[in-house]
């Protein structure tokens, strides 16, 4: 594989070991120098996926804690929505249509299970306000019942004492019955007056059920003294009256009791619910916080890591960079000033451009030596034919000189 056209990025997946650092050394200077530009876009596209992941981190969240804090507004209408229809200012439909949908939107099993239990209790509730309202029907029956057969007895003896001739005919016993009578009239005016009092205060159910036991022994003294009469039917009818009513405004103060005992029942249900969805948006900001902190806490131990990386690998770069043009220096300023040991060789450590340009010396150097040598040997050829033409001039000096001819003149020719 061609280092050179190799990009840049790749070189940490090939590399291994020594070889990694073989590899390094023989990158170009810009490449080297690329790294740590490399290494600060990482950094940069680090920062930037954290910073990104914590802005829709934080979306999120307050997307989730808009939808509980509208959760807990719905939450805090069903209880007032609960407080008035206990007190008789909402309908139990109306009071449905706020449970509908709210399971739903409750992630938290427990929430979901209190808000059921909610309404299960609300729904018995319903029922016992239900019963009771049927025990008011039927007390004010039995009352109404009563009060119309006291009044047909007190019309039939009093039209007979009324009349002339047979108001002499009435007896005594009669007489007492028309007391008798009128009294139970009163009672259960009476009655109606306490069970008013008993629906809007609980305390007073003790003063009712007294005057009820007072009128079961009252009656039960009269069906004695009219046993054998015409009118005893009419005084068992009375007792058998007053006990159904008895018994009526007992399941009606147990029912009040249920229905006090569930109303803080629900309550608390209630309470539980809204504190949940305060702990859910508590634990939710909690976590949004705490991977905000985990991400600029990742963010910082980067940088740190590729900032003393980026240092280090600069330090590493400069020193490689600066060794190698300190040699090739030394190598140049010996040659300059006419000490340099044409022998020697720079040592080749890298493929990088000082590492070119330590071959290219070497090479000049090594051409230089040779045009040296070819200077020498021809200086030496010089220096031996120099010695020769020497001898010879020396040879010729010593030989005796011959006399010259003169030239014969040669004939003129005729000019035309």
């Known amino acids: 594989m061609d280092v050179l056209r190799t990009p840049i990025y790749l070189y940490f997946f090939y590399w291994k070991g020594d070889d990694r650092m073989a590899r390094m050394s023989n990158l170009k200077i810009r490449h080297k120098m690329q790294l740590t530009g490399i290494l600060y876009l990482a950094l940069i ?8 992941s914590s802005n829709t981190l934080i979306r999120q969240s307050t997307e989730h804690q808009q939808a509980l804090n509208a959760l807990s507004t719905d939450i805090r209408h069903l209880e007032i929505g609960i407080k008035d229809y206990v ?7 109306v009071l449905r249509q706020r449970f509908e949908g709210l399971g739903k939107r409750l992630a938290d099993p427990t929430l979901v299970e ?7 209790q609300t729904n018995a509730l319903a029922q016992l306000r239900a019963r009771n309202q049927v025990i008011e029907e039927k007390i004010d029956k039995l009352t109404e019942a009563s009060l119309n057969a006291s009044n047909v007895v007190i019309k039939a003896i009093s039209d007979r004492l009324v009349g002339a001739q047979t108001r002499w ?3 005594d016993m009669e007489r007492a019955v028309i007391v ?3 009294m139970n009239t009163n009672a259960n005016f009476r009655i109606k007056v306490l069970f008013g009092k008993l629906k809007a205060d609980i305390g007073v159910k003790d003063s009712l059920i007294d005057f009820l036991d007072t009128l079961v022994k009252n009656v039960t003294k009269d069906i004695e003294r009219l046993k054998g009469t015409e009118n005893e039917a009419a005084a068992r009818q009375a007792k058998a009256t007053n006990l159904i009513v008895k018994e009526l405004v007992l399941e009606y103060i147990a029912n009040v009791n249920k229905l006090n005992a569930s109303e803080k029942q629900i309550m608390q249900s209630i309470d539980s619910i809204d504190h949940g969805i305060e702990g859910l948006v508590l634990k939710s900001s909690e976590n949004v916080f705490g991977k905000i902190k985990g991400y600029f806490s990742t963010i910082i131990s980067v940088i740190l890591a590729a900032s003393i990386l980026g240092i280090l690998i600069n330090f590493i770069q400069a020193k490689a960079i600066s060794g190698s043009l300190n040699q090739l220096n030394q190598r140049v300023r010996d040659l300059a000033e006419g000490e340099g040991d044409l022998t020697k060789r720079i040592l080749v450590r890298s493929q990088d451009e000082t590492g070119e340009l330590a071959q290219w010396i070497n090479l000049f150097v090594e051409k230089l030596q040779h045009i040296l040598r070819d200077v020498k040997n021809n200086a030496d050829s010089l220096h031996q034919a120099s010695g020769t033409l020497t001898d010879v001039s020396h040879q010729m000096s010593t030989v005796p000189a011959r006399p010259r001819k003169r030239p014969t003149a040669l004939p003129r020719q005729p000019s035309r």
Do not use: C, K, M
């Open 45 to 52: 596209a680090i920062v930037l996926y954290f910073f990104i």
């Open 87 to 93: 007190y008789n200012r909402l309908a139990l439909d």
């Open 114 to 120: 209190d808000l059921n239990t909610v309404q299960e």
């Open 169 to 171: 005919d009435v007896s």
């Open 180 to 182: 008798g009578a009128n």
